[in-house]
């Protein structure tokens, strides 16, 4: 019954900020994380970044080190990807996804529908 629904996706100019959400709703088990992917044409899905439930983070994708945030506010239940200095090849639509901890942060099969970040030049 677990559910992950992405917001705050949009239309920005290259060196804009943005953030987006990751609502989730129902319960998990403690092993389980959430991790940002993204999805932009032409490439495959690319993992970003994931965080546990006690706020341990993964080490972050290379195209996006530095520039790109994960946390999490548990009593929201709320996973947020802070974007900044924004380029366009970050154009792309942005999921975010169920980790499992205890087998490498593996997939788990729940995913939101995701939301669509554009970066115009």
């Known amino acids: 019954q677990v559910r992950l629904e992405e917001s705050g996706g949009g239309l920005v100019q290259e060196g804009d900020s943005l953030r987006l959400s990751c609502r989730i709703t129902?319960?998990?088990?403690?092993?389980?994380?959430t991790g940002w992917f993204r999805e932009a044409p032409g490439k495959e899905r690319e993992f970003l970044a994931a965080?546990?439930?006690?706020?341990?983070?993964?080490p972050y994708a290379d195209s996006v080190e530095g520039r790109f945030f994960i946390s999490r506010d548990n009593d929201k239940n709320t996973v947020y990807l802070q974007m900044n200095s924004l380029k366009s090849e970050d154009t792309a639509i942005y999921l975010c996804?169920?980790?499992?901890?205890?087998?490498?942060?593996?997939?788990?099969?729940?995913w939101g529908q995701g939301t669509q970040v554009t970066v115009s030049s």
């Open positions: 965080i546990n439930w006690s706020g341990d983070v993964t």
């Open positions: 129902g319960r998990t088990l403690s092993t389980h994380a």
């Open positions: 996804a169920g980790l499992d901890e205890s087998t490498g942060w593996s997939p788990l099969g729940y």
